[in-house]
């Protein structure tokens, strides 16, 4: 059954500027798709126009009769007295209306009342009305809406705050297609992880746009893409969209160049006939004819693709094994503690993810260190020769009146013509670079800072949520420029494939403390995951009868134990190395998860055994 039916849509905002031309796609029920396109491309202008939101000129959108859509960037208007608690109960109006006629009959004693009675109570029991509350905190907990938000006025709460609350209003609403928009934005990486979870066994239908790759990596199973208005479609997720676009893009490319080849050899026949035939009308129109048909060799329209940014940044060699040194760091503010007793060291050529919820200081972290804010106590020291540069969450220039052009130029003191070569090199190339910086969107603002930064040596690069307001191919482009970065690097994020790619060490910042995790995010996750199932288990172990066994058996016993974790781990590891070589074969990747599934599972319970063993 098709749960999304687009048919020949078309929206233009100005006369010469259409949108959309012509989109057409149909979404079947339960398929979760993900909606891609560059900035601009008309991805969230189709959401409006399939909520009802905004009208299309052309074509229609057909949602089936008693199909319920919602999309989490329209925020209803509630009362001012409402609270995000009240709003979160909006989504079981129809329960507590069936709890008031409930509590009506259950003052009437009649047979059609005992019989209505009764048919409300199984509607009830339909409805899960029973769990509404448990339902409730579970999706607040999962979302990170704590007890004390929930408790605030809604018109008070930050636009992150309210777009978290209207999400969860959403999925408790039950609704039968989810469309959202950059769901992940204000979500932090245990948030996220929820939703993906959530929407893995969510039976209805999903469409999504979303920056975040590893968030579609997870969760769609199928991409559209807008591109120049219409849609270009792919039969997996985000990795599998990447492979198949650069072998279409190179299919294209080679018939393209193959046509210009047969085009030019046409010609050259077409040329040598033309000078032959000087005179003979017969050969002349054998010329003509070729020159046609040379013309019509080209059917295929020369692809094209997003320039890269030809930018690198600059390197200072450091010297030496210490480029940053923190001792006993603390900050509060009030009587809430952020963190304390950190102790850490950064070397040369370390690249590190600083991860942990919203709210649990992070940014606060890197601001002691650049010298921004005052720790309460403790000391922060960089190495003699290190030279920083800070890319900070909030992009703001002094004088945003200025143009691109003239910031780059007053910023770094550099000549007219680097500033044209620097601005062209983050793709502000023509009349972008004149463009007054108080019209940028959060990602123009965001090449423009790196455009700028990138203008010394630096060997110690702070960056603070780099990828948060940039579109995929603007995460691509930075993630190019930081490839050719080998110094140290420090950076927090919620982007789990940025972090993925560069971080080969980790700082877990939560409860008040920053545990470092020496090893890649992969890793990280792999034995964060077993330790706090590890510690689960203990926890919920059973207290058994003492059993005696000599000193000797149980050691015996524990190293058989050991060597067979060693195995599982091994066995993980190449059943990993397999994920990798077969990624686009799906059907070999369903089984290789199933396998380490099985495999880690069966770990998991070697050292509940092996910790039995040796407490």
Same mark, same amino acid.
């Given at each position: ?87 979160l ?8 209306a ?89 979500l ?8 993906e979870?959530?929407?893995l ?30 849609a ?33 050899r ?75 007793g ?32 005052k ?30 052009? $003239?910031t ?30 108080s ?44 490839? $050719?970065?080998s110094?140290?690097?420090l ?6 494939y ?54 000797a ?63």
């Amino acid at each position: 059954m098709i749960d999304i039916a687009v048919k020949g849509v078309r929206k233009a905002f100005e006369e010469d500027r259409e949108i959309l031309k012509g989109l057409s796609f149909d979404i079947n029920e339960g398929e979760r798709v993900g909606l891609l396109g560059k900035n601009g491309a008309g991805k969230t202008t189709l959401m409006r126009i399939i909520t009802g939101e905004l009208e299309s000129d052309q074509g229609e959108v057909v949602i089936p009769s008693g199909k319920r859509a919602g999309l989490i960037s329209q925020i209803p208007h509630y009362p001012d007295h409402f609270t995000a608690e009240d709003v979160l109960k909006t989504a079981h109006e129809r329960v507590y209306a069936v709890q008031k006629k409930l509590e009506r009959l259950d003052m009437t004693a009649s047979p059609d009342a005992a019989r209505e009675y009764d048919r409300l109570t199984a509607a009830m029991q339909a409805m899960g009305g029973y769990d509404i509350d448990y339902e409730r905190d579970k999706v607040a907990n999962g979302l990170n809406i704590p007890p004390a938000m929930r408790s605030q006025l809604f018109s008070s709460l930050s636009g992150g705050e309210k777009t978290r609350v209207n999400l969860a209003r959403l999925i408790l609403e039950k609704t039968d297609i989810l469309l959202l928009d950059e769901p992940t934005n204000h979500l932090d990486m245990k948030s996220t992880e929820w939703l993906e979870d959530y929407l893995l066994k969510f039976k209805g239908t999903v469409l999504t746009i979303s920056h975040d790759r590893y968030f579609l990596d997870r969760v769609v199973d199928r991409i559209i893409e807008i591109v120049d208005g219409r849609a270009e479609f792919y039969s997996g997720n985000y990795s599998f969209y990447t492979v198949e676009k650069q072998a279409r893009y190179e299919e294209r490319l080679e018939r393209w160049q193959q046509e210009q080849k047969e085009a030019k050899r046409l010609e050259a026949a077409a040329d040598r006939l033309a000078q032959w035939g000087t005179g003979n009308r017969r050969l002349m129109h054998k010329a003509e004819a070729m020159y046609t048909r040379a013309e019509k060799a080209v059917k295929t329209e020369r692809p094209d693709r997003d320039g890269a940014m030809r930018a690198r940044f600059s390197e200072k060699k450091f010297r030496g094994d210490e480029v940053l040194v923190i001792k006993d760091l603390k900050k509060s503010f009030g009587e809430r503690r952020l963190f304390e007793g950190v102790d850490l060291l950064v070397r040369g050529g370390e690249r590190i993810a600083l991860i942990g919820d919203n709210g649990s200081g992070k940014t606060t972290f890197l601001n002691l260190i650049t010298g921004r804010e005052k720790p309460d106590g403790g000391v922060i020291r960089t190495g003699p020769a290190v030279k920083t540069a800070y890319l900070e969450q909030h992009i703001h220039f002094d004088n945003m009146d200025r143009s691109a052009y $003239d910031t780059v130029l007053y910023e770094t003191g550099c000549t007219p013509q680097t500033a044209r070569d620097r601005l062209g090199a983050f793709k502000f190339s023509g009349e972008d670079a004149f463009r007054y910086v108080s019209v940028m969107s959060g990602g123009e603002l965001s090449r423009l800072r790196l455009c700028i930064l990138m203008r010394d040596d630096i060997n110690l690069l702070i960056l603070d949520e780099p990828t948060n307001h940039l579109d995929i191919n603007s995460r691509e482009w930075i993630e190019q420029a930081l490839e $050719d970065y080998s110094e140290a690097l420090l950076f927090v994020s919620h982007d789990r494939y940025f972090i993925n790619r560069f971080a080969t060490r980790i700082w877990l910042m939560e409860d008040g403390r920053i545990t470092d995790w020496p090893y890649s995010f992969e890793e990280f996750r792999r034995r964060r995951a077993i330790r706090e199932q590890t510690e689960k288990n203990v926890k919920e172990k059973p207290r058994r009868a003492a059993v005696r066994t000599g000193p000797a058996s149980t050691a015996r016993r524990a190293a058989a134990v050991e060597r067979e974790i060693k195995a599982a781990e091994e066995k993980i590891k190449n059943i990993e190395a397999d994920i990798e070589l077969y990624s686009t074969d799906y059907e070999k990747l369903d089984a290789l998860f199933s396998e380490k599934a099985e495999t880690e599972e069966a770990l998991e319970a070697l050292y509940e055994q092996w910790y039995s063993l040796t407490e």
